[in-house]
Structure formats: structure tokens, C-alpha cells
């Protein structure tokens, strides 16, 4: 057998059996539970805490888990975060390993991962690919932006949601979400690190509240020269694709075009330093944001508003 397939089998061996396939009722017209979909999960705990995507489980009334053995288990929704497309389930369900947690801001545009999940209810498919950009800015089904969105071409399809992207070791990378309706090879994940930062709150409050700015950002390398001159401690920023209409960054003058390269007085290499210094403390209260535009570094003044309340468009296709 050839060594990349090898590599395959023994990544989905690693990862399958913490893999649930989650089945949502809803209350139809009459009152009466209906199945409402099907989507993916992973159970991350061994205390029965599993992650999946929000807009698999929003509005269900009941929630099923089946497992890659065949076992079902009821599920309860912990918390949810429409902005990330992360939830939170619980189940009783015991005797099954939990997955394990890579971390996301190690990856590299090219690296092999494997998608695994419950398309059109074919339990527990796999599919593998690359890394094919780092550091996208997703729609999610709320119209809100998700920074630091793993792009791959590993093929997902509606039902994948929710589902595990890992990595050759079987090591969970991120949550598969979406891909680009009537595109080839255009998917994306949440990095499981955001899942983890989201996980606290989630937790113990069922819910995440968080400063946005309003900005679509790709992350790029900067040139030497470039760092030397402006003394930044990274060499990598985040150049601004696009600006929100009527965005606290359409407010504080921020262009197409710019580098951001700190927020609130902390450097910014990544989107996942913007998520997390987005905290609910920013909410209302000025900041700057530093940018490179053209020759010049600008100090943009800037007043987070809280996430949910800006504006919200078409979106990419559920997976």
C-alpha cells in the first residue's frame, strides 16, 4: 500500500470513533417532533462534551448522537455562538474516546488534512485534501464575519457541518462549515482554536459576547524591508480585503488595502490575535487600531461595537 494512503488510514483510525453523526427534531406545524436535518460532531471530552456547528443544531427541539459503532445517545444543547458557528452539546454517552485537539495556528498552506463526516447521511465519509489558504474571513449563517477561517479542498457537502478536519496524526485542526455553492474545492473550517477560546463562555454562560469591527481581512506575509522600517514585532498582518458598510470600521476611516498590524495597543500577526483581543470588555470603549497604508503607519481611532449588531448579507452555503 502507498505511504499516503497509509497516512490516511491511520489519521481516520486515530480520529473516527470520537466522530458523531447528530440528527435534529424540530416541532412541526402540528406540534409534533419532525426531523429537521442531519449534520456532524466530535466528542472533545470524555465527560460528554461534544463540538459542532450552530446552524446544525439551532432551534432543535431534540437531538440525537450516533456514534461510528452504531450506539445512540440523546444530546443537550450547552450554549451556541451564531458568529463563530460553533455549539455546544452534552451527552450521557460513555466508553467512546474523545478526539484529540491539535492546534490550529500551526498549520501550513499545503498540509495534508482529512475531513470526516455524515454528507447527505452517509455516515462517518471521509474525504482529504490540503490546506489551501490560512487566515480567510468567512460569512456565517448570521451574515457576521469569522476571521482566521481555514480554507481547504477537501470536499464537504451538506451534512458535513460540524464535523472534524485533522490533521496526518488524527489530531483535530478545526470544524468543517462551509463550502461555495456551484464552486470546486472551496471549503472551510473554523480553526479549533477559536473553538477553544469560544469554550469558556459557551460553558458557562451558553453564549459569547464580543467587540466587531467590521472588516473582511486575509492574512499575508510582509515584506523584510517593510518590518525593518516600521520596527513590528511579526512578519505577518492582516490586509483588509473589504470594510462593512456602515462598520466601526467604515467609521474610523479604515480602507480596502490597509495593513492592520495592532489593536488596542497589542500587535496583531494573525486573526486569531484580533479574535482574542476582541474581548467584552472592548465593547463601547475606543481603541486603536494601527495600520500600514501606503509608506505611512496610521493609528486609527476605533469604538468596537458588540457582535451581532452590524450589518448582515448573503452568505456561503451551509456544509
Known amino acids: 500500500m502507498d505511504s499516503y494512503s497509509q497516512i490516511v488510514i491511520a489519521a481516520v483510525a486515530a480520529a ?23 449534520g456532524s460532531g466530535f466528542l472533545f471530552a470524555t465527560d460528554g462534551y461534544v463540538f459542532t456547528n450552530s446552524h446544525v443544531v439551532h432551534g432543535a427541539d431534540d437531538l440525537r448522537l450516533t456514534f461510528a459503532d452504531g450506539t445512540e445517545y440523546p444530546a443537550a444543547l450547552v450554549g451556541e455562538d451564531p458568529d463563530s458557528d ?20 500551526a498549520l501550513q498552506i499545503g498540509q495534508l488534512v482529512i475531513a ?82 469560544v469554550l469558556p463562555a459557551l ?44 462598520s466601526p470600521a467604515e467609521a474610523a476611516g479604515l480602507r480596502a488595502g490597509d495593513f492592520v498590524v495592532a ?17 467584552r470588555e472592548k465593547i463601547g470603549a475606543f481603541q486603536y487600531l494601527t495600520v500600514l497604508r501606503g509608506q505611512q503607519k496610521l493609528d486609527l481611532r476605533i469604538t468596537p461595537v458588540e457582535s451581532g449588531a452590524g450589518p448582515a448579507r448573503a452568505r456561503p452555503v451551509a456544509a
Open 16 to 38: 473516527k470513533h470520537s466522530v458523531v453523526k447528530i440528527d435534529v427534531w424540530k416541532k412541526n406545524k402540528q406540534q409534533k417532533p419532525a426531523p429537521a436535518g442531519s
Open 86 to 105: 460553533l455549539a455546544l452539546l452534552h451527552t450521557p454517552a460513555t466508553g467512546h474516546p474523545a478526539a484529540r485537539l491539535g492546534d490550529s495556528a
Open 116 to 197: 470526516i463526516g455524515n454528507p447527505y447521511g452517509f455516515q462517518h465519509t471521509v474525504t482529504s485534501g490540503v490546506v489551501s489558504a490560512l487566515g480567510r474571513t468567512l460569512r456565517t449563517e448570521t451574515g457576521r464575519l469569522i476571521d482566521n477561517v481555514i480554507q481547504t479542498d477537501a470536499a464537504l457537502n451538506p451534512g458535513n457541518s460540524g464535523g472534524p478536519l485533522v490533521d496526518a496524526e488524527g489530531q483535530v485542526l478545526g470544524v468543517n462549515t462551509a463550502t461555495i455553492r456551484g464552486a470546486q474545492g472551496l471549503c472551510f473550517a473554523i480553526g479549533i482554536n477559536t473553538a477553544t477560546t
Open 203 to 246: 460553558l458557562s454562560e451558553g453564549r459569547v459576547r464580543r467587540g466587531y469591527l467590521g472588516l473582511m481581512t486575509q492574512q499575508v506575509d510582509l515584506h523584510p524591508r517593510v518590518v525593518n522600517f516600521h520596527q513590528l514585532p511579526a512578519r505577518t498582518a492582516l490586509f483588509v480585503v473589504s470594510v462593512e458598510s456602515g
Open 263 to 279: 489593536f488596542a495597543d497589542q500587535p496583531v500577526a494573525s486573526s486569531d490575535d484580533l479574535f482574542r483581543l476582541l474581548t
